[in-house]
């Protein structure tokens, strides 16, 4: 099968997966009458006379924007995770081995316990506060690393990155204990949700994504090169240390803007890569743009299991992708492994 017409089929599915997580809920809406809503909503196009303004209300300002939201953090992580492993050249690396979690998880318990609120940002107080400490704490692992290691090699900055983690999650654990009435709003969002997302997060965070993506497309050709090894992409002209940061800086932003919208949610940035690559080869020209399809799809449907599996109730999203996704990247990685 050609590569376009792969590509042709990705997109195909991820519509449909699209369409699915619109209009499968409490109540079902039909493909036909979402998109006679949406281009009633974008073009005030005349609507079907059987659409209740009940059914437009729980698309228009539910659905929706959830839908996007989860696209969106899907098709973040999945890139930010495409990156780390080909710059660290490992295929366990993630934002999260370097620390990015731990520190947004830390930065949000602090503001959750203490009820700190910027007043011009108000209900944002909290993704912001977290995104900032999911950044520091990267650079200050990378600084560290760079420190102990002037060459910044791929082992040094895991290991720091893991013991940086380990440490940090310690003093959310010891948070966690203190702040016993803040409990399960500290728990739900160490395991993820889009519930009650509205348009106001979609429309933040999606330029930020875009302008996060579209700059580490621009270093495609250098992630190519690094994948033969250091040694040769030295030889060919590449500044290793000032990519790396660059490239570790834009992944953690990624990661660290995604997670602090809507909680910890893994997996995805180790499926989707491993996922990408097997289907469409080793071109980030290609992997990274269909990364963003693949994480974007599949966080779709994880939300759409963790909403509907025990309606009207609801499961954290971050459950469901360590369900799903454990046990799947143990398939892939270790498949890898017997051919290699």
């Not at 989860?70 to 620390?99: C, D, E, H, R, W």
């Not at 318990?109 to 944002?124: H, K, N, Q, Y």
Request: charged share 10%; with cysteine; net charge positive.
């Amino acid at each position: 099968m050609n590569t376009k017409l792969k590509i042709i089929i990705s997109l195909l599915l991820c519509a449909i997966v699209i369409i699915f997580g619109i209009g499968i809920g409490s109540v079902y809406i039909p493909p036909k009458d979402i998109l006679n809503i949406i281009l009633n909503k974008l073009f005030s196009i005349p609507l079907y006379s059987h659409i209740s303004d009940v059914t437009i209300s729980i698309l228009w300002n539910l659905r929706l924007p959830r839908t996007l939201l989860a696209f969106i953090v899907g098709g973040a992580l999945a890139v930010s995770g495409t990156v780390m492993q080909s710059v660290l050249k490992n295929p366990l690396a993630s934002s999260y081995t370097l620390g990015v979690s731990s520190g947004a998880s830390v930065g949000a318990g602090l503001v959750i316990i203490t009820g700190f609120s910027i007043p011009i940002l108000g209900m944002f107080t909290l993704p912001l506060v977290g995104l900032l400490c999911g950044l520091l704490t990267v650079f200050l692992a990378v600084s560290f690393a760079s420190s102990m290691d002037k060459n910044m090699e791929n082992n040094t900055i895991i290991l720091v990155g893991m013991v940086f983690s380990l440490f940090i999650n310690g003093i959310l654990t010891l948070i966690t204990a203190l702040a016993k009435d803040h409990l399960e709003q500290l728990t739900f969002w160490q395991m993820g949700s889009f519930s009650l997302k509205e348009w106001s997060s979609v429309l933040i965070l999606f330029p930020i994504v875009i302008i996060g993506i579209i700059i580490l497309m621009h270093y495609s050709k250098e992630l190519d090169i690094m994948t033969f090894g250091e040694e040769q992409a030295r030889a060919i002209g590449v500044d290793i240390q000032k990519v790396k940061w660059i490239l570790l800086s834009l992944s953690a932003a990624l990661t660290g803007s995604s997670i602090s919208f809507v909680g910890i949610i893994g997996f995805i940035d180790l499926i989707a890569p491993h996922v990408v690559r097997k289907i469409f080869g080793s071109s980030h020209k290609l992997v990274i743009p269909m990364s963003i399809v693949f994480g974007g799809a599949f966080m779709i449907l994880c939300d759409l299991v963790a909403r509907t599996i025990i309606s009207p109730s609801e499961l954290p999203v971050g459950a469901i992708t360590a369900i799903i996704g454990a046990p799947f990247f143990a398939y892939v990685y270790f498949s890898r492994r017997r051919k290699v």
